[in-house]
C-alpha cells in the first residue's frame, strides 16, 4: 500500500458567493451556536437571510433573528450572501447520527467519510430515499440525484456541504469516519506538513502534530 499520510487541517475554510449557498457548519464550534451566531460569524452586513428547514418545511430569518434555532453538525442552511466571504471553521467533529424525517430535510455529512459521491450518501441512506439536491456553486443552480438516474448529479461529498433531502419515509443513520480537519492520503506526498502514520507508528513531519489522530485501517 506505501505510506499512509494524514493531513490534518486545522481549520475548514468556505468560501460563500454573492446569493445562493448551500452549507454546514463542518465543525462543532464547541459551544452552543445558534443562526443568529451563525449569521455574526459569516458577518451580518453580508448576509440576506437564513433558510432552514423545520418539520419539513423551510422558514428564513434575518441576521440577527432565530437565536433560539440551535446549529448543529447534521443540519444544512442555504445562506443567502449580499457579498462574497471567506470563512474558516475551527473546532472537533460532530457526532455522527443524522436524523431523517418523511419529506424534507436539510442535512450534511458530519464527519469525513472518505471518498464519498452522492450516490455513496444515497446507499447510505437506504431505500427509504427519493432523491438529494445539492447546490452546484459553480453552474448556480440546484442539482438533483435521484437513484433512479444514478449517472446524473453524482458530485463529491465535501466538508462544508449542505444536502436537501427527500423522504419517503423516516430514518436515523449514523456517519463514520475521520474528523473533517483530516484528510487521509495514500502513497507519496513531498513537501507537506504532515503527520505519517506507518505501520501504526506516529511520526511528526511538520507544524501539524496531533497525539491521537483518529484512523481507520
Known amino acids: 500500500h506505501g505510506p499512509v499520510w494524514a493531513v490534518l487541517n486545522p481549520q475548514v475554510t468556505l468560501s460563500l458567493n454573492p ?18 451566531d451563525l449569521a455574526d460569524f459569516i458577518g451580518r452586513d453580508k448576509v440576506n437571510k437564513i ?21 448543529e453538525g447534521g443540519k ?8 462574497s466571504a471567506s470563512i474558516a471553521f475551527v473546532g472537533k467533529s460532530w457526532d455522527g447520527e443524522v ?21 455513496d450518501l444515497a446507499d447510505h441512506i437506504g431505500p427509504g430515499l ?35 433531502v427527500s423522504m419517503k419515509e423516516p430514518v ?4 463514520e469516519g475521520e ?4 484528510t487521509i492520503y495514500r502513497g507519496s506526498l513531498d513537501d507537506v506538513p504532515v503527520l505519517l502514520i506507518e505501520n501504526k507508528k506516529y511520526l511528526s513531519q511538520g507544524p501539524y502534530v496531533h497525539s491521537d489522530v483518529p484512523f481507520r485501517d
Open 19 to 36: 446569493g445562493i449557498n448551500l452549507i454546514s457548519v463542518p465543525l462543532n464550534p464547541g459551544k452552543r451556536w445558534t443562526l443568529s
Open 51 to 71: 433558510v432552514y428547514v423545520e418539520n419539513g418545511r423551510f422558514t428564513s430569518c434575518k441576521p440577527g433573528g432565530a437565536n433560539y434555532v440551535p446549529v
Open 76 to 83: 444544512a442552511y442555504i445562506v443567502d450572501m449580499k457579498s
Open 99 to 119: 436524523s431523517l424525517l418523511k419529506g424534507l430535510n436539510a442535512i450534511a455529512v458530519p464527519v469525513n467519510p472518505g471518498f464519498w459521491r452522492v450516490s
Open 130 to 164: 427519493s432523491s438529494i439536491i445539492w447546490y452546484d456553486n459553480a453552474l448556480r443552480r440546484f442539482v438533483a440525484y435521484s437513484p433512479a438516474f444514478p449517472n446524473f448529479g453524482d458530485a463529491m461529498i465535501s466538508a462544508g456541504q449542505g444536502y436537501i
Open 172 to 175: 436515523t443513520i449514523t456517519f
Open 179 to 182: 474528523d473533517q480537519e483530516v
